[in-house]
């Protein structure tokens, strides 16, 4: 089960107290007590992995290392490990203490969530020429603590939508290695898929039915998702008998969620199209390309539309890139 919103508790390390020693070697008396280290801090790191709030299930709370108490001759205290905790990109990152909200949008990216406390004063640090025998120290400073709200949105570049059972999942199958469950009935996906085509994300959006964006089915779960989606590929299967009523179920659950989302560019595909002979094919395009011009009959047992759709990509992949360079 892909888990995609969840709460959690975080907890700082506590900073080690400083320590009152004295030198006991003779003609060489003075303090000599350490400082403590300080508490290990919390960050979250994206990464690629769309299960990564899985690790959230079970364990709601997470601590960093405390900072060890200063010794004595000079000796701190040893800092506190940080604490990593891998979360996906795309992931929306609310501070329910101070309302704050921040995001992971890369791979690799770290944010500091809660900050480890400073280390305490040994009398080393209080010694003067009017007190050369201190017993003062300062005690460790608390960590900072949080309660966190994470919320999954992911970042595709191309987003698969379309009525249950139209070959979503087959062709993300035939383009990457996403290895998505294939099967001929209705909502085979229950969780988003992701496949990489080059620098390309891929997503398969499950789901999406009639009466999805006020909660039927499993698309209200899914609709967030398709929100940060650069493209969309939908698709209509050639099985369908009413193609344009499947076309608009679709682009009306979209704008009922979010009007900008019909503003995005839509690629068109009449999926399966090996059920059919070339003239019913043609009567069909001829009907799509009404509402959408850039309409393609796939199949992928016909090499030649798999290819068709790997040259789209091919000239999406370099759009991106050109982007990527000139940012």
Same mark, same amino acid.
């Given at each position: 089960?892909?888990?995609?919103?969840?709460?959690?508790?975080?907890?700082?390390?506590?900073?080690?107290?400083? @320590?009152?020693?004295?030198?006991?070697?003779?003609? @060489?008396?003075?303090?000599?007590?350490?400082?403590?280290?300080? #508490?290990?801090?919390?960050?979250?790191? #994206?990464?690629?992995?769309?299960?990564?709030?899985?690790?959230?299930?079970?364990?709601?709370?997470?601590?960093?290392?405390?900072?060890?108490?200063?010794?004595?001759?000079?000796?701190?205290?040893?800092?506190?490990? &940080?604490?990593?905790?891998?979360?996906?990109?795309?992931?929306?990152?609310?501070?329910?203490?101070?309302?704050?909200?921040?995001?992971? %949008?890369?791979?690799?990216?770290?944010?500091?969530?809660?900050?480890?406390?400073?280390?305490?004063?040994?009398?080393?640090?209080?010694?003067?020429?009017?007190? %050369?025998?201190?017993?003062?120290?300062?005690? #460790?400073?608390?960590?900072?603590?949080?309660?966190?709200?994470?919320?999954?949105?992911? $970042?595709?570049?191309?987003?698969? $939508?379309?009525?249950?059972?139209?070959?979503?999942?087959?062709?993300?199958?035939?383009?990457?290695?996403?290895?998505?469950?294939?099967?001929?009935?209705?909502?085979?996906?229950? *969780?988003?898929?992701?496949? $990489?085509?080059?620098?390309?994300?891929?997503? &398969?959006?499950?789901?999406?039915?009639?009466?999805?964006?006020?909660?039927?089915?499993?698309?209200?779960?899914?609709?967030?998702?398709?929100?940060?989606?650069?493209?969309?590929?939908?698709?209509?299967?050639?099985?369908?008998?009413?193609?344009?009523?499947?076309?608009?179920?679709?682009?009306?659950?979209?704008?009922?969620?979010?009007?900008?989302?019909?503003?995005?560019?839509?690629?068109?595909?009449?999926?399966?199209?090996?059920?059919?002979?070339?003239?019913?094919?043609?009567?069909?395009?001829?009907?799509?390309?009404?509402?959408?011009?850039?309409?393609?009959?796939?199949?992928?047992?016909? &090499?030649?539309?798999? *290819?068709?759709?790997?040259?789209?990509?091919?000239?999406?992949?370099?759009?991106?890139?050109?982007?990527?360079?000139?940012?």
């Amino acid at each position: 089960m892909l888990i995609d919103d969840v709460k959690i508790k975080v907890f700082a390390g506590n900073g080690g107290k400083g @320590a009152v020693a004295f030198n006991k070697i003779k003609m @060489a008396l003075g303090p000599t007590g350490g400082s403590g280290g300080k #508490g290990g801090s919390i960050y979250f790191e #994206g990464v690629s992995d769309l299960s990564a709030l899985s690790q959230f299930r079970f364990k709601k709370e997470f601590k960093a290392q405390d900072g060890l108490d200063g010794r004595d001759q000079f000796r701190d205290g040893q800092d506190g490990k &940080d604490l990593i905790i891998k979360i996906p990109v795309g992931t929306v990152i609310y501070n329910l203490k101070n309302k704050t909200e921040s995001e992971i %949008t890369k791979i690799n990216e770290r944010l500091l969530v809660v900050k480890g406390g400073k280390g305490g004063k040994g009398n080393f640090l209080f010694r003067s020429s009017r007190n %050369t025998t201190p017993k003062q120290f300062q005690p #460790g400073l608390p960590g900072e603590e949080a309660e966190i709200r994470l919320e999954l949105k992911f $970042i595709a570049d191309i987003g698969f $939508i379309g009525l249950p059972n139209v070959g979503k999942s087959s062709l993300l199958n035939e383009l990457t290695n996403a290895k998505s469950k294939v099967a001929n009935y209705s909502f085979t996906t229950l *969780e988003p898929n992701l496949g $990489i085509y080059y620098e390309l994300i891929l997503a &398969d959006i499950p789901g999406l039915i009639e009466g999805s964006s006020i909660g039927k089915g499993l698309g209200i779960k899914f609709l967030r998702h398709v929100e940060r989606t650069k493209i969309f590929f939908h698709f209509i299967s050639a099985e369908s008998t009413t193609l344009v009523k499947d076309y608009k179920t679709i682009r009306n659950e979209l704008e009922k969620y979010n009007k900008k989302l019909l503003k995005k560019p839509e690629y068109l595909f009449l999926s399966k199209s090996d059920v059919l002979n070339s003239e019913k094919l043609k009567k069909k395009l001829i009907i799509l390309k009404k509402l959408n011009p850039k309409v393609l009959a796939i199949s992928i047992l016909d &090499d030649k539309s798999i *290819e068709k759709v790997k040259k789209i990509l091919n000239t999406l992949k370099t759009k991106k890139i050109k982007i990527f360079l000139n940012d």
